[in-house]
């Protein structure tokens, strides 16, 4: 007799309060309704699949065994999360995901009582969890902490920095360690799954914790001979040495697709008189979805795609992306000079970086999720006479300021920052935003800042980069593609401090930095059809200024209106500082800058988060026609045009 179709169990799942009606034996089904459901949504919307692949048995296991959102379930880094997200309430939305107005593609505090910490760059968990465990404790209040970690974010100090002080916190600090690559533990099965339930009993962690306290009364060589022997044993059944030296019950490694073995740990886990506790969970990013599997990313990231296929949308035609300008660039630089290295934080091929080790192996560095690591070994290459480039995310060189101060800066060395992703980002939202960098890098002495306006120059400015000596020099260019300009053969080495005009007018003078640029020669070609004589400099540098330019344009022009993709404190604060210093303001000059919203932008198409900022050609008009206190009528009438 054929088997009767099964009743959809997702359907009946609004929150995890539903989850834990269910029976363990319903779990596997609504664990396939899920992974489907999730491809479904991403191959609609475009964004993470991968990880949340990999991760949906445990997802169901965490909010079925523990009491979520009382339970306090915190997702590292957060792009993982869109099946949590479906059963936490907002399956209906789970198509806006990454859209504007719609979900975040990262776990968000304002979006939902089960996202109580926002995540979206790596190994903030156990910190954030360990905070909440010890508010918990010290307030009397029931409730546990759960850190979720992939063993990519465990390459960040920061995670150990946290497991240091966790022992404090006891049984109610939980961390699970998503093993997705097989990096820490090799395949598991039966007898690996029925050594973690043994481990994770009360009855042996009871065991463990009176040996603890007899090995503490004894003699030392006694102590050292008994803890040898317990290392000994426990590395060979489990590999957990290291976490158990860290204050830890290490647990695991298990099958995390496996709910038979999942839910019974988590079980001994949740009602552990002891902690506090790593389970080690090996998956597989990726899981469930052949085309997924196959891929050499597992698929990551990826475009709105087929389903069926596994084909993704394939974007039109057009100009190199400015990731890949950089990358030949410094291909270049790399063949013509042997002292040239490069840096990255876990991010090769984001930042390029993969193609450039693929020709240059030896003098390629891949660190991990290391960023302060990253910019101190490139500053230690630099003071022995390489010239390192290193290639971060602008939003994630934040992570290693202190080192760009101390390491970089003071000492004054040539460490080149080639920085990423630098202005609105789109779909990846606030968290991602290159927002800060032109700020944080130009405030600093000794530092040489540099924006590209086009593909180019950015060209010129990997060159220019490269061949300068003399301190530390950064160049800043945006995600996605150039403007279909024709790349030089042989790159111009730019002088340092020194802007360009693109452009002579006599009334209005608009002082670009960065891919503003396109936006000014258009809000030009506007105020010309008004009557309003344009200037457009394109002013390369936010430090050094070019003073001297910036002092001929703001004194011959009636009106002068600089333009950033960045925050306040960045180029327009660097040219009302040298207006103000020179005494150009009691002149009564007419300046206004414009940049970046004084608020964290949420995720849309980069267009309409640059129109919404008010940085598009209409808003610099607008600007410029306040400032004279113009109007339409009047310029239509050819009054004072």
């Known amino acids: 007799m054929a088997d009767l179709p099964k009743t959809p169990l997702l359907d009946t799942i609004d929150t995890p309060q539903d989850l834990r009606k269910l029976a363990p034996a319903q779990l596997r089904q609504l664990a396939d309704e899920l992974r489907t459901e999730t491809i479904s949504a991403v191959g609609t919307t475009g964004g993470h699949l991968g990880s949340g692949l990999g991760v949906v048995e445990l997802t169901v296991a965490i909010h079925y065994v523990f009491d979520t959102p009382d339970d306090r379930l915190i997702w590292d880094v957060g792009h993982q999360c869109y099946p949590h997200k479906i059963l936490t309430g907002r399956r209906d939305r789970i198509r806006t995901i990454r859209q504007g107005g719609g979900l975040s593609g990262f776990t968000k505090r304002s979006e939902s009582e089960y996202d109580p910490f926002g995540a979206a760059h790596s190994s903030t968990s156990i910190s954030a969890a360990l905070g909440f465990a010890i508010a918990n404790k010290l307030n009397e209040a029931p409730g546990k902490a759960i850190a979720v970690i992939g063993d990519g974010a465990m390459s960040a100090g920061m995670a150990y920095e946290a497991m240091n002080n966790a022992e404090a916190a006891g049984n109610r600090l ?187 192996p030896t003098r390629t560095f891949d660190v991990g999720i290391a960023e302060q690591h990253a910019v101190t070994f490139a500053a230690g290459l630099a003071a022995q006479g390489m010239r390192p480039f290193c290639a971060i995310y602008s939003t994630f060189l934040q992570r290693a300021y202190d080192q760009v101060v101390h390491d970089v800066a003071i000492q004054n060395l040539p460490v080149r920052f080639a920085i990423d992703r630098a202005g609105l980002v789109g779909a990846d939202g606030a968290t991602h935003a290159g927002s800060f960098d032109v700020t944080y890098l130009a405030s600093l002495p000794n530092f040489v800042v540099m924006a590209a306006a086009d593909e180019v120059e950015l060209v010129h400015m990997t060159h220019t980069a490269a061949m300068h000596d003399s301190g530390p020099i950064a160049l800043r260019y945006p995600r996605g593609n150039g403007v279909g300009l024709e790349l030089p053969k042989v790159p111009e080495r730019l002088a340092i401090g020194k802007g360009r005009v693109v452009r002579e007018g006599k009334k209005v003078a608009i002082l670009s930095l960065g891919t503003r640029l396109a936006e000014a020669l258009k809000a030009a070609d506007t105020l010309d059809a008004k009557g309003l004589s344009t200037t457009v400099a394109d002013l390369r540098f936010a430090k050094p200024l070019d003073e001297e330019l910036i002092r001929r344009l703001l004194t011959t022009h009636e009106v002068a209106v600089t333009i950033e993709e960045g925050a306040i404190g960045g180029l327009g604060a660097h040219v009302l500082t040298l207006a103000s210093d020179t005494g150009l303001i009691d002149a009564g000059l007419k300046l206004r800058t414009m940049r970046l919203p004084d608020v964290f932008q949420d995720q849309d198409k980069p267009e309409k988060q640059y129109d919404e900022a008010g940085l598009n050609a209409a808003h610099i008009v607008d600007t410029v026609l306040k400032a004279l206190r113009y109007n339409e009528a009047e310029l239509a009438d050819g009054v004072r045009a």
């Not at 998503?178 to 799954?193: K, Q, Y």
């Not at 830890?248 to 886990?269: R, S, T």
């Not at 950089?326 to 013509?336: P, S, V, Y």
Request: proline share 6%; hydrophobic share 40%; glycine share 10%.
């Open 174 to 360: 939980v961390v699970i360690l998503n093993d997705n690559d097989m990096s820490i533990a090799p395949p598991v099965g039966g007898l690996s799954a029925y050594l973690a339930r043994l481990i994770s009993s009360s009855e042996y962690m009871g065991l463990r914790s009176l040996a603890r306290r007899v090995t503490q009364k004894v003699s030392r060589r006694l102590t050292a001979a008994a803890g040898k022997a317990e290392e000994f044993a426990r590395g060979m059944a489990t590999g957990g040495t290291l976490f158990e030296e860290l204050g830890f019950y290490y647990v695991g490694p298990i099958d995390g697709h496996n709910l038979e073995h999942l839910i019974p740990v988590l079980e001994n886990v949740r009602d552990a008189e002891h902690g506090p506790i790593l389970v080690h969970v090996v998956t597989k990013k990726g899981k469930g979805y052949a085309p997924a599997e196959k891929a050499a990313d597992k698929y990551h990231g990826v475009q709105k795609f087929d389903v069926i296929t596994g084909a993704q949308a394939k974007a039109p035609p057009g100009p190199p992306a400015y990731t890949k300008v950089f990358a030949d660039a410094l291909i270049a630089e790399g063949e013509r000079d042997p002292a040239v290295c490069a840096i990255t934080a876990a991010m090769p091929s984001g930042t390029g970086l993969d193609k450039f080790q693929a020709m240059f």
